[in-house]
């Protein structure tokens, strides 16, 4: 079942990454399936749970989400990326510093 975001949370919003470097991973890792996994995670999180930062319905930038906690090195592609949509996730909740 999808929920519908709560009537205080805005339909659409937009992440865009301008660049991911992944430093410290196995050369094993696909980006191709940890952007797929990311994307799927990170749509799911949004149904789900909406993103609390939007609350307001305003435009909101930001530039960095920092204070996240690292993820461990030994992660394959599909995890990898969905261990990186929540770290953003959380981010857009609140978690972490947002600037």
């Given at each position: 079942?999808?929920?519908?975001?709560?009537?205080?949370?805005?339909?659409?919003?937009?992440?865009?990454?301008?660049?991911?470097?992944?430093?410290?991973?196995?050369?094993?890792?696909?980006?191709?399936?940890?952007?797929?996994?990311?994307?799927a995670e990170l749509g799911r999180l949004v149904r789900e749970r909406g993103v609390p930062l939007a609350a307001d319905g305003g435009a909101r930038a930001l530039d960095v989400l920092g204070g996240l906690p690292p993820l461990p090195a030994n992660l394959t592609s599909r995890r990898l990326g969905q261990e990186l949509a929540r770290a953003v996730h959380d981010g857009l909740a609140g978690r972490g510093q947002a600037r």
């Open positions: 079942m999808v929920s519908r975001p709560a009537p205080d949370q805005p339909e659409t919003f937009r992440v865009d990454i301008g660049e991911l470097v992944l430093t410290g991973f196995a050369r094993t890792i696909d980006p191709d399936r940890v952007t797929a996994a990311f994307e």
